[in-house]
């Protein structure tokens, strides 16, 4: 990987099932632990196999119709469960909160594609937050277009671009007119009160990467590059926006329901 001159790219982020179509029954579930994303935890439905969430502390999961069980796991250490109801079609966005020294608390986020524009239009919002890259490099001046919307954004300086959307997934498209290649294209899943991060790269450098860098593919998972040179670094990361009304699971019955402490303390919790 070419080193960066004057800029370092610090980027710890992931890329949520890229260049996937994000189809319905699914339930896309970001956790936050003490603050920080929880990209070293794992999750499972219903007592399946554990899904091990990525940079983001994100991950995407089969969610048929009926009643399930989410567990949230650190190893085999059971850190919280909760229950969703699923209609046939239906996606569900959970935002789960944990910490040392407070409840636990899961948001969640029905809705179907099917919608109408008046209830898309009111949906809340989440935020996408990313850095645009060629052959490792921050990229200036790449314009970013949502397919079917309005909004637009330009990179600045360092790479960097963010938009601001109703929760939903959107096709992104990031191109610059002095490339002279196709733009970059990305399926992007917005989850309300969540700022995800990405990278969007051009190109895979051919060469192997130098001492104390990784490389970032176009449309590959995670990629962290630590400081190649002096200068200031571009850091980027998954955060919980500010709270706003939602639907939590303290809230709403018959949606989620917290598993009580005796049945926690049967899985090693």
């Known amino acids: ?17 890229v260049g996937q179509a994000h189809a319905a029954d699914e339930l896309k579930l970001v956790v936050f632990r003490d603050g920080a994303p929880g990209r070293s935890l794992s999750a499972s439905v219903d ?14 999961l089969d969610l048929p119709s009926g009643n399930h069980t989410v567990r949230i796991l ?10 969703v109801q699923a209609a046939p ?7 789960a909160t944990l910490a040392a020294n407070s409840l636990a608390s899961v948001q969640l986020d029905p809705y179907f594609d099917t919608e109408s524009v008046a209830q898309a239009a009111a949906a809340r919002t989440g935020a996408l937050v990313a850095v645009v890259t ?11 277009t949502v397919r079917g919307r309005a909004e637009t954004a330009s990179t600045d ?13 959107y096709l992104i498209s990031v191109s610059h007119p002095q490339l002279g290649v196709a733009p970059l294209t990305r399926l992007v899943r ?14 895979t450098v051919a060469a192997g990467p130098a001492a104390g860098t990784t490389s ?5 998972p995670a990629a962290t590059a630590a400081p190649a040179a002096a200068g200031t670094q571009v850091v980027i990361a998954t955060r919980r926006l500010p709270q706003v009304r939602g639907l939590d699971e303290q809230f709403v019955s018959g949606i989620v329901d917290t598993i009580d402490a005796a049945e926690i303390s049967r899985y090693g919790g």
């Open 89 to 95: 079609g239906q996606k569900v966005d959970a935002v």
């Open 134 to 144: 060629r052959a490792g490099s921050p990229l200036p001046s790449a314009t970013v």
């Open 190 to 203: 917005v989850v309300a009160g969540v700022e995800l991060a990405e990278v969007f790269a051009f190109d």
């Open 216 to 220: 970032v593919a176009s449309g590959a």
């Open 157 to 169: 300086a360092q790479g960097r671009f963010r938009l601001q959307l109703p929760r939903g997934s």
């Open 47 to 60: 007592g399946g196999s554990s899904v091990a969430l990525n940079a983001n502390g994100a991950a995407v």
């Open 74 to 83: 650190a190893g085999n250490q059971l850190l919280h469960s909760f229950r």
């Open 1 to 17: 990987m070419r080193r960066l001159r004057n800029t370092a790219l610090a980027l710890a982020v992931a890329s949520c099932f």
